[in-house]
């Protein structure tokens, strides 16, 4: 079956230092893949559309300067919070789908706690 | 603004009953439309989703019912028991392009025992 999984799934920095993610989709290609964060009391706000063989695009309020995304083949995404600070606390969610049409797979999300 | 909006952030229901759990959207170009089941510290389940070209869909005990020219959906959960305690997200989406799926604030469901 299609499956997402997130790597790490908890992790802690320190303010001011930066923290990579990643997302392997398994069982299907990951035609395009979406990261979202869901910070303290909030909903989950996209952060930018990854498309292969497009070019990223970024939400309002989202940056590549600040959250610089790869996603190099059909199996495999990677996003950095660059510079992390209190207000980037939050879980952060990877989901991929095939094509145009297919259903979103979610992953399990990263913890990122900013000390 | 929020293009996808749950208005109510919580929801009691006694056991046995129906759950009735709305969403609003603004995007004329949405038309694809899903609730999702999330319990803490996990990712969103998808629990059932509708495209515009139908105006309800069921399955089991979920029905969602969707007025486009309301842009209004929503999901009716028969027969409710404790277990469907958790947040439920709406969230839409335009398949047009490479489409991204919105989410909307949540609504904690309670059903009581």
């Known amino acids: 079956g299609a499956l997402v999984y997130q790597y790490p799934r908890r992790t802690i920095c320190k303010s001011g230092t930066s923290m990579r993610m990643e997302c392997q989709a398994v069982?299907?290609?990951?035609?395009?893949v979406a990261w979202y964060r869901q910070s303290p009391q909030k909903t989950f706000e996209l952060i930018a559309l990854?498309?292969?063989?497009?070019?990223?695009?970024?939400e309002q309020n989202f940056t590549q300067e600040k959250f610089p995304i790869s996603h190099p083949n059909l199996s495999f995404s990677s996003m950095t919070v660059l510079n992390a600070y209190l207000e980037d606390r939050g879980l952060y969610l990877c989901?991929?789908?095939?094509?145009?049409?297919?259903?979103?797979?979610f992953g399990p999300g990263t913890r990122l706690t900013v000390l | 603004g929020q293009q996808v909006k749950q208005s109510s952030p919580s929801l009691t229901v006694q056991e046995g009953g129906i759950s009735i759990l709305n969403c609003d959207y603004e995007?004329?170009?949405?038309?694809?439309f899903a609730w999702y089941k999330k319990y803490p510290d996990n990712s969103p389940t998808l629990l059932i989703s509708?495209?515009?070209?139908?105006d309800k869909r069921e399955d089991g005990r979920l029905t969602v019912f969707l007025n486009k020219s309301g842009k209004h959906f929503s999901l009716h959960i028969t027969a409710s028991q404790p277990e469907d305690t958790a947040v439920y997200l709406c969230?839409?989406?335009?398949?047009?392009?490479?489409?991204?799926?919105?989410f909307g604030s949540g609504t904690q469901l309670t059903v009581m025992p």
């Open positions: 989901g991929a789908r095939e094509g145009l049409g297919g259903r979103q797979y």
């Open positions: 995007n004329d170009m949405f038309d694809y």
């Open positions: 969230a839409a989406g335009a398949s047009s392009g490479s489409w991204q799926l919105i």
């Open positions: 069982g299907f290609q990951a035609t395009s």
């Open positions: 509708v495209r515009s070209n139908v």
């Open positions: 990854s498309t292969v063989n497009s070019a990223i695009k970024y």
